[in-house]
């Protein structure tokens, strides 16, 4: 199984912000340059987080992206769900829609592995992922203005 870009960048997205220091939080410009993506990339990938309620934006002097505490305790596994959505791992109601569709052990197959996928990243919440190693070098990606 294959995650798309979008939600790989959501997920570093979300990394770099658990390990803000608390009341100093990122720019958008500051996550994308962290992470390596693209500003506007990035930017969509904030929005979507924001509307999922995992981060929130202040705007204005001192405003920026922190993690909500639904974000800091929400499970990966829930996390990917909602931002790859109830695809399927294979098209079979795609543009040409395949003859075996309404019989196929292998859909079935494929179904099941994609729930377990699922399942072994419910076990995890974003706190896990950011601890050591990761935790530490994400805290080192972005070199934020001194003084
Ligand atoms: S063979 Fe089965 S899994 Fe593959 S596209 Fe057809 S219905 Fe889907």
Known sequence: ???????????R?????????????LTT???AEAVAAPYTHTAKAVARLQ????????RGRGGGLELTGFGQR???GWLVRALEGDEEVV?????????????????????????SFYAALDE?????LVASPTGPVLVGLTARPSG
């Open 29 to 31: 410009k500051e996550v």
């Open 51 to 58: 509307h999922l309620g995992v981060l929130e934006a202040r």
């Open 124 to 128: 995890l919440t974003v706190q896990d």
């Open 91 to 115: 098209a079979c109601e795609g543009e040409t829609p395949c003859p075996l569709r309404g019989a196929c052990r292998l859909r079935g197959a494929l179904r099941t592995a994609q729930q």
């Open 74 to 76: 929400a499970s990966v």
């Open 13 to 25: 997205t979300v990394m770099r912000l658990a390990v803000a220091e608390q009341g100093e939080p």
């Open 1 to 11: 199984m294959r995650l798309t870009k979008f939600t790989d960048l959501a997920l």
